[in-house]
T-cell receptor
Framework: EPEVTQTPSHQVTQMGQEVILRCVPI?????FYWYRQILGQKVEFLVS????????KSEIFDDQFSVERPDGSNFTLKIRSTKLEDSAMYFC?????????????FGPGTRLTVL | KNQVEQSPQSLIILEGKNCTLQ??????????LRWYKQDTGRGPVSLTI?????NTKSNGRYTATLDADTKQSSLHITASQLSDSASYIC???????????FGTGTRLKVLA
């Protein structure tokens, strides 16, 4: 069964460093999403992406964040200058369409630790 | 403010028993409501998706209900199994937005 994959599973970085989190969505999906979950808290929407552009972003997704689909398979989240509060689990998700019944498939997540 | 509240925060039941989890939301205008199961350290997995016109939706031993008038939903788990131990998250999407609003989840523990 096709699935969303994410790499790395765990990333440790120093405050102020740039990190790139990678995701490979399901191959025929057209809509892509990033979410984050701070330890012990709820999942929060960051951004949605369709047709090579951001379709919506949350207040969390400020100028230090960017997303890209550099080729036909990868979908990346870049954090330019990491802060301690960026430590969280980051989930990528994809869906084939954006109708009422579209199911979002989530990847296993990347745990980002900022020291 | 658009919010999704869930209760209880945590629940412990014995294997084979039934349980019901609650979700209240204030998201408006409303598009659809989803229930997800999230195992520790993993991504959420979709259980049910309902729009405002649907009152109930089943997926095996999981049955979700929706009352769009009172903005309440429930997830009923029948004949619980040890593998049901997980967090169950209610997620609501408003109309005209891609943004999904997640509840804090109910952590369910099923004991043998």
């Amino acid at each position: 069964e096709p699935e969303v994959t994410q790499t790395p599973s765990h990333q440790v970085t120093q405050m102020g460093q740039e990190v790139i989190l990678r995701c490979v969505p399901i191959s025929n999906h057209l809509y892509f999403y990033w979410y984050r979950q701070i330890l012990g808290q709820k999942v929060e929407f960051l951004v949605s992406f369709y047709n090579n552009e951001i379709s919506e972003k949350s207040e969390i997704f400020d100028d230090q964040f960017s997303v890209e689909r550099p080729d036909g398979s990868n979908f990346t989240l870049k954090i330019r200058s990491t802060k301690l509060e960026d430590s969280a689990m980051y989930f990528c998700a994809s869906s084939i369409e954006d109708s009422y019944y579209n199911e979002q498939f989530f990847g296993p997540g990347t745990r980002l630790t900022v020291l | 403010k658009n919010q999704v509240e869930q209760s209880p925060q945590s629940l412990i039941i014995l294997e084979g028993k039934n349980c019901t989890l609650q979700c209240n939301y204030t998201v408006s205008p409303f598009s659809n409501l989803r229930w997800y199961k999230q195992d520790t350290g993993r991504g959420p997995v979709s259980l049910t998706i309902m729009t405002f016109s649907e009152n109930t939706k089943s997926n095996g031993r999981y049955t979700a209900t929706l009352d769009a008038d009172t903005k309440q939903s429930s997830l009923h788990i029948t004949a619980s199994q040890l593998s049901d131990s997980a967090s169950y998250i209610c997620v609501v999407r408003g109309s005209g937005t891609y943004k999904y609003i997640f509840g804090t989840g109910t952590r369910l523990k099923v004991l043998a």
